[in-house]
């Protein structure tokens, strides 16, 4: 495996990111959008979350399923996924057919057409039933109160990504193509990142066919207020239907991605990371936690959240302090 990355820049600003690795005869693009649900606007969530949907229903040139047939027939993958800071829609398929990638890519940035209206009306469907689907799990219910309480002046990290079932349910075919629109079609605001068989300068040639010409316009991005430093600890607690089960969250609030803080250690480390100006204490008041503890580490939520399932009343109780940037939330969920 070559050790070089290879960046540059088309002059739309679509930015390119090549990784050659010859261990096998397959390539995996990756086209990252720098949009999420973190640029929506109250009365507006889940907009990003629906327009990756939409991205799957076709083109004015080829049709979703043909779309989905073609990637099929030669034996390859495709998927997207939405978070709070970006979407992203990826293609895995054998090298010789990455140029289906790249066509599928170049005409979904700019030629999505939202159309039928029927389409959108099934797709709100779709994303109401998952909505409901996610409610019937007693940790996004316990995640989304935890983003309510921790962000008071950032709405949109306050949000899920699938968005509120009211602004699901008023959502219109236009507020869908005008996010798609000011978002994708700008090349300046994606990425392009391929790593897999193939040859450098032969696929840079491919991009620049298929993407160069796109134009690129200003992005007109809603960028959240930062967020005030916590100066005490909140609890909340909620409880479901009777039942054995119970989880606690304890969350802390990350600093900025882009800072070296960002990168937090596990929690065996937590306790003794050597570092006093970065230092982190868990000051545990009970037992039994330590077997059962595990952390989620996402730029999603911007939170870093320690899970404790399985607890037995009384809940045990569990304050984490930092030294550096935050003072935590501690939550509860019973079920």
Same mark, same amino acid.
């Given at each position: 495996m070559q050790n070089t990355l290879h960046k540059s820049t088309l002059e739309n600003g679509l930015q390119i990111y090549l990784k050659e690795i010859h261990t096998a005869p397959i390539v995996s693009l990756w086209l990252w959008y720098d949009i999420g649900a973190r640029n929506e606007v109250p009365g507006k969530t889940g907009l990003s979350h629906w327009v990756e949907h939409m991205q799957f229903k076709g083109t004015a040139n080829t049709?979703?399923?043909?779309?989905?047939?073609? /990637?099929?027939? @030669?034996?390859?993958y495709w998927n997207a996924f939405t978070s709070q800071d970006w979407t992203t829609?990826?293609?895995?398929? $054998?090298a010789n057919h990455l140029e289906?990638?790249? =066509? /599928?890519e170049a005409d979904r940035m700019q030629n999505s057409l939202f159309d039928p209206p029927d389409e959108v009306e099934m797709e709100r469907t779709v994303i109401l039933s998952e909505r409901e689907g996610a409610?019937? &799990?007693? +940790?996004?219910l316990l995640g989304e109160a935890t983003e309510a309480l921790a962000f008071q002046t950032h709405p949109p990290y306050r949000n899920e990504v699938l968005g509120f079932q009211a602004d699901i349910e008023s959502l219109t075919r236009d507020d869908l193509y005008g996010h798609y629109k000011n978002y994708y079609q700008p090349p300046q605001n994606a990425? +392009?990142? +391929?790593?897999?068989?193939? &040859?450098? $300068?032969? @696929? +840079? =040639?491919?991009?620049?066919d298929y993407f160069g010409a796109i134009p690129s316009h200003p992005v007109k991005k809603n960028i959240p207020t930062p967020e005030g430093r916590i100066t005490q600890a909140h609890h909340i607690e909620?409880?479901?239907? $009777?039942? &054995?089960?119970?989880?606690?969250? /304890?969350v802390y609030r990350s600093p900025a991605a882009n800072t070296n803080d960002f990168f937090l250690p596990t929690p065996s480390s937590i306790v003794s990371w050597p570092d006093p100006v970065h230092s982190i204490c868990l000051a545990v008041v009970a037992s039994a936690i330590a077997p059962v503890a595990y952390t989620k580490h996402s730029l999603k939520t911007k939170l870093w959240p320690v899970y404790l399932p399985a607890l037995t009343p009384p809940l045990t109780r569990a304050v984490i302090l930092s030294r550096s940037f935050v003072v935590p939330t501690v939550h509860q969920k019973m079920f």
């Open positions: 049709t979703g399923q043909e779309m989905d047939h073609a /990637i099929a027939r @030669v034996g390859g829609y990826l293609e895995t398929l $054998p289906l990638a790249l =066509k /599928i409610e019937n &799990d007693p +940790l996004f990425r +392009l990142c +391929l790593a897999g068989d193939f &040859d450098t $300068p032969t @696929v +840079l =040639k491919m991009i620049e909620l409880e479901g239907p $009777p039942g &054995d089960a119970h989880f606690a969250e /304890i």
